[in-house]
């Protein structure tokens, strides 16, 4: 209306024109300044930093404690964190965390529990007749009796290494890598078909190479000695980020058709900033949003909290980011393929088989996943740390040409080629930065407690605070609830100290 006058009136008008656009201008601006200024006033007791399972199970505890009036800002626009599906090839596959660790022990594993209540499809993943399927660098099976003696001689160095292990804690001993502990039995693996085996106990696990890894705080794994040693992969279409809506659903509000429509949980909410004083937070978002708040939970992962997207102001203190620094983020990329046709064995005993290449972790260990997808011709390769950064930066043709020669050497020349191929980024998403935490060597269980620890108003909580679970979900679950009930003693009781105690004490 206003450009159809300024046409016909000419230049007379069109001062009265941009007055009237300038005075709506400045009324909308004065009406947004406004409502900023309002959603501004309004203090929440809680903000939570992400909806990945230990910040909404961070919430859900904290509901049951009758603290309520939580704001929940997730950076993407769901729930879940690294458990995640996506559509491959028609069929829901999990990109991120895939099976149920820690099963048929003393105690019930609660992420197991709840799969079991919400009847997700699941498979034993059995590696018993892995020997059998062993596959030479140019070709070829090696003959079952080298494969199984291989593996003999590596159960034997894992119960060196267990023992080792026991006695470094016994002793109150400094901590050494896994691979020191190899070493002190003269016995470190070296050929492709020793290295492969290696790959599958230590890096298939850690997603670290056990040079990196700390023997103490990882063998043996609490996660088996306590759940079991059993693991099911999750293959159902209702995904396994099930059981973070089941969390969820407990505290937050749904409509008729089950889907969350509580106002306490934001979507793509870019966290860049959080303010904290003695008396409150203020936390600040990539679209400009403020909101305050008495205490903030930060659930982000620890590479996330080494990446700097977070500005602390103040800085976190000195002791707090050296404990965040010295952490790893380790990667694992399950790489997912489509043929039109099987030429790999299947049947019992045939799921898993591995590749022995002369360079460590070079698509080592496959999986067949008939069972879980009849039909489909799915295989599924796993490759972790500076594998999986280097194939996260080629063109996912390359990684396909790569696995295709891999096949090939296995299977021979004629096999068919993939029809579609499936690699998550975990690394390069600056929204995680990797798959899962690993304890490296050099952290003790001291400067540990310091990753855990909150600063002031502002606590922490992720899978990587979990003091006996770390890199499970089952440990996101658990430091969910501990650092949960770190912050209601505080709110609830005045309990608010948290000692950390000096360096050598």
């Known amino acids: 209306m206003e450009l159809q006058i300024e046409l016909r009136t000419g230049g007379m008008l069109i001062t009265k024109t941009r007055v009237l656009l300038a005075s709506l201008t400045a009324i909308m601006a004065v009406v947004f300044s406004a409502s900023s200024a309002i959603a501004a006033e309004e203090v929440h007791a809680v903000v939570i930093v992400g909806a990945g399972m230990s910040g909404i199970s961070a919430a859900n505890k904290l509901s049951e404690a009758g603290i309520e009036n939580i704001l929940i ?6 729930i879940g964190g690294r458990i995640q599906k996506m559509n491959f090839a028609g069929l829901s596959v999990e990109i991120g965390a895939s099976w149920v660790e820690g099963v048929g022990g003393p105690r019930l594993n609660p992420i197991w529990d709840m799969v079991n209540r919400l009847k997700l499809t699941t498979f034993y993943s059995n590696y018993d007749n892995i020997s059998s399927n062993a596959y030479k660098q140019k070709g070829g099976l090696y003959e079952k009796s080298e494969a199984q003696n291989a593996f003999y001689a590596a159960q034997e160095l894992s119960e060196f290494i267990k023992n080792v292990s026991k006695y470094l804690k016994a002793h109150r001993q400094d901590d050494i890598s896994i691979l020191a502990s190899q070493r002190l039995k003269n016995q470190v693996p070296s050929t492709p078909l020793d290295m492969a085996i290696d790959y599958i106990a230590y890096d298939y696990e850690f997603s670290e190479p056990p040079r990196v890894t700390s023997l103490k705080n990882s063998i043996p794994l609490h996660t088996f000695s306590k759940f079991g040693e059993d693991a099911y992969f999750v293959a159902d279409p209702k995904g396994y980020e099930s059981v973070v809506y089941f969390v969820a659903k407990q505290f937050l509000t749904t409509n008729e058709s089950g889907e969350i429509t509580d106002p306490r949980l934001l979507f793509n909410k870019v966290v860049n900033e959080i303010s904290y004083t003695k008396n409150g937070v203020t936390v600040k978002t990539e679209d400009g949003s403020v909101y305050r708040a008495e205490y903030v939970m930060v659930s982000a992962s620890i590479g996330v909290l080494q990446s700097g997207l977070i500005n ?3 800085d976190l203190p000195p002791w707090k980011i050296l404990a965040i620094y010295q952490f790893d983020m380790a990667v694992y990329t399950k790489i997912f393929l489509k043929f039109p046709d099987k030429f790999w064995p299947t049947g019992n005993g ?7 290449h002369e360079k460590r972790g070079y698509y080592t260990i496959w999986q067949q996943l008939e069972e879980e997808y009849p039909g489909a011709n799915f295989l599924l390769v796993t490759v972790t740390d500076d594998e999986s950064r280097r194939i996260e930066q080629q063109p996912d043709s390359d990684t396909k040409a790569e696995i295709m020669g891999v096949l090939r050497a296995m299977f021979g020349k004629n096999i068919s ?7 998550p980024r975990w690394w390069s998403d600056k929204f ?3 798959s899962y935490s690993n304890w490296p060597i050099g952290v003790s269980r001291l400067e540990y407690d ?14 990587h605070t979990s003091e006996y679970f770390n890199g499970y979900v089952h440990g996101a679950y658990l430091a969910g609830i501990d ?8 709110v609830k009781h005045g309990d608010c100290c948290y000692s950390i105690p000096p360096e050598g004490s």
């Open 73 to 78: 800002l997730e950076a993407t626009n769901r």
């Open 312 to 314: 602390f102001k103040p």
């Open 350 to 356: 045939t799921e898993f088989f591995f590749y022995a």
């Open 417 to 423: 080629e993939a029809t579609d191929v499936l690699v």
């Open 432 to 434: 995680y930065r990797g």
């Open 450 to 463: 310091r990753i855990r620890a909150p600063v002031g108003r502002v606590y922490f909580t992720g899978e």
């Open 483 to 490: 650092s949960a009930k770190m912050l209601i003693r505080c």
